[in-house]
């Protein structure tokens, strides 16, 4: 189903372009080497209510700056909500293409490249993504001294500068400062988080913390780090979050359907390179999220993130390497129920303010009444009305109450809005944080990819306190890929850690929160040995798996290759563990039932 899906939105996308529009953008003025930022605005205002139009660029480099863009208050999810400057405001287009022809868009200061709102078949093809001055600040550690812990380091990208002012390193952007802020330490052998990344993190301040500039591109450090750290270390700053490192992301997609963006490159972006809200059926095919050599970090955030959307994730083919978060985030999300007003109207809030102002729901829309105690679902019903009041509360109006609804704290779960994922043959490595995170109800398959991370590998996870991402999953096949030194980061990640995340405050409820998931015939590069962390889960398989010991890190772990807690209906089959030197051993908690285990080399359950 999900093949033929696919298939006929491909069709129905190339017999438009066969009757599309070609207009060359050289045509209107817009040639490389200098601002076509006013000049792309009217072109794209002069298209207004034209289908099947192809705007083709000839190869250059292309230049954009905010002074001239038009600009309109965005509220993107994950992204910090403001007043938005955008190049390309993609606005109810039909059968919109942009073809770069191998051309570069370079972006100076704070601008928004890409917009796509209540547009149908929108196709981004070979162009790339990238900033005269990257988001993220970048020190190298030249020198260091154990005794005082201290170091210098060379600042990258010296003509824009750097001062010290108060004992603060203060960088220069296109029209801003940026402090140190959010920060993480890199490996130049790997160009990925260094080992044990957290005994490098620079505090932002301290009685103890000195800083000394010495040169235009030298500054020096004394007591700003728990370790001191070796020469050659990269370090990666982005400023204060929430509210100052997440205001441009490269691509933003909302309320849009048929979504194809191939041949795309994105070096740079002060956020994710492609957020997608509430879209039907998104396509990525060889999109490259990379640094460039003058750099060692792409994005702020994750390569790419997916919410409240339905239909098919295709992403296939792409590269997703060096962001400072994860590579693939797929979920929908939760809203408070703050109030019963009666008449099945309810007071909503988004509790987490990256959140504020997404389209929860819309009229004909099924909604999940949830316990926000054991996150799980409670009764369905469907949105007769919503009344947004401002971007963080708004009042929704049910068709149906049950008549024992629970007094405890709830929440909204909208199970209308669940994609299915299709994954095949990405690689996605040397990044912060995890390769992918998948919480949706739909079918979901991930085959034949190359997965190496700081944290875990693939996180199932959903969670109705932190960020509010659900929920579930119900079908998911995870087959044939292969991980690698997963969980550098701290030395405790595993390919593949299912569980919400509950607080002291929440609990296990009686039934389980994932479903059906299958991890088999994957191929793990292990040094910590590592494979399955299951945590409330119905229905697991995870058979014929290889791990191989790796000595790429330091080896050896306390945690079990295998722990399973509150989880039925598991079976744990022809897994073969090669070259560990110490024991491994199944952990299960009490709670567990109906757990199969057999014909696992190098694994015992005793």
């Known amino acids: ?37 006013l000049d792309v605005n009217l072109l794209l205002e002069s298209l207004k209510g034209k289908k099947n139009v192809t705007l083709f660029f000839p190869k250059g480099q292309y230049e954009f700056y905010p002074e001239n863009a038009v600009e309109a208050y965005r509220a993107v999810a994950n992204h910090d909500n403001s007043i938005k400057r955008m190049a390309f405001p993609l606005f109810g287009f039909e059968n919109l293409t942009l073809d ?42 030249i020198e260091n001294d154990t005794n005082e812990n201290s170091f210098i380091a060379e600042v990258a990208n010296p003509k824009f500068g750097f001062e010290v002012k108060d004992n603060e390193i203060l960088f220069n952007h296109y029209d801003w400062q940026d402090g140190i802020g959010q920060n993480i330490a890199f490996d130049p052998k790997t160009r990925a988080p ?15 913390v000195k800083i000394v500039k010495l040169d235009y591109n030298k500054a020096k450090f004394t007591n700003i780090t728990k370790e001191t750290p070796p020469i050659g270390t990269l370090f990666a700053t982005y400023g204060p979050s ?32 492609l957020i997608a809200e509430r879209c039907e059926n998104i396509t990525l095919n060889k999109l490259v999220v990379t640094s460039r050599e003058i750099r060692n970090f792409s994005t702020r955030a994750d390569a790419a993130h997916f919410l409240g959307c339905k239909g098919l994730i295709k992403v296939e083919n792409c590269l997703l390497q060096h962001m400072l978060d ?30 504020w102002g997404l389209t929860f729901a819309e009229p004909g829309d099924n909604i999940m009444f949830t316990s926000r105690e054991t996150v799980l679902p409670i009764s369905a019903t469907t949105v007769d009305d919503i009344k947004i009041l401002n971007d963080n509360r708004m009042l929704i109006t049910v068709s149906e109450v049950p008549e024992n609804l629970p007094t405890g704290p709830l929440s909204f779960e909208n199970i209308t809005w669940n994609p299915d994922i299709v994954m095949t043959k990405n690689i996605v490595r040397e990044n912060r944080a995890r390769s992918a995170l998948i919480s949706t109800k739909g079918k979901v398959l991930i085959e034949n990819n190359y997965f190496s991370s700081q944290m875990n590998g693939i996180l199932i996870e959903g969670d109705n306190k932190a960020w509010y991402e659900s929920g579930g999953v119900r079908d998911i096949t995870i087959n044939n890929n292969t991980f690698v030194d997963i969980g550098f980061g701290d030395g405790e990640g595993y390919p593949l850690f299912v569980s919400p995340m509950l607080t002291d405050e929440q609990r296990l409820g009686d039934e389980k929160y994932h479903q059906n998931i299958r991890f088999t015939n994957n191929v793990i590069k292990s040094y910590n040995g590592l494979l399955v962390h299951a945590r409330s889960v119905k229905g697991l398989l995870i058979e014929g798996n290889t791990i191989d010991l790796s000595t790429d890190y330091p080896t050896g772990s306390k945690l079990p290759p295998i722990s399973l807690d509150y989880c039925e209906d598991v079976t744990i ?7 560990f030197t110490w024991p491994l051993r199944i952990e299960q908690s009490d709670n567990n039932t109906m757990i199969h285990i057999k014909k696992n080399k190098g694994l015992s359950d005793k």
Request: include cysteine; hydrophobic fraction near 40%; proline fraction near 2%.
């Open 1 to 37: 189903m999900i093949k033929f899906l696919y298939t006929a939105a491909v069709y129905f996308f190339l017999m438009g372009a066969i009757h599309a529009q070609v207009i060359n953008v050289g045509d209107h003025g817009i040639r490389p080497g200098k601002d076509v930022t």
């Open 100 to 141: 770069g022809n191998g051309s570069t868009f370079m972006f100076h200061g704070k601008i928004c490249p890409i917009i796509i709102d209540g547009s149908t078949n929108t196709v981004l093809k070979n162009f790339s993504i990238d900033w005269e001055k990257s988001f993220v600040n970048e020190l190298k550690v």
């Open 194 to 208: 260094i080992w044990n990344t957290k005994d490098y993190f620079l505090k932002y301040s301290g009685s103890d």
């Open 242 to 273: 929430p509210g100052g490192n997440r205001f441009a992301q490269a691509i933003h997609a909302s309320n849009s359907k048929d979504i194809f963006i191939q041949n795309v490159t994105v070096y740079a972006a002060g956020g994710m390179a």
């Open 326 to 355: 994860d590579g693939i985030n797929v979920h929908g999300a939760y809203v408070n129920i703050d109030e019963n007003r009666g008449d099945n109207t309810f007071m909503c809030s988004i509790s987490h303010q990256q959140q």
């Open 573 to 579: 089959t022809k897994n073969t563990f090669n070259g």
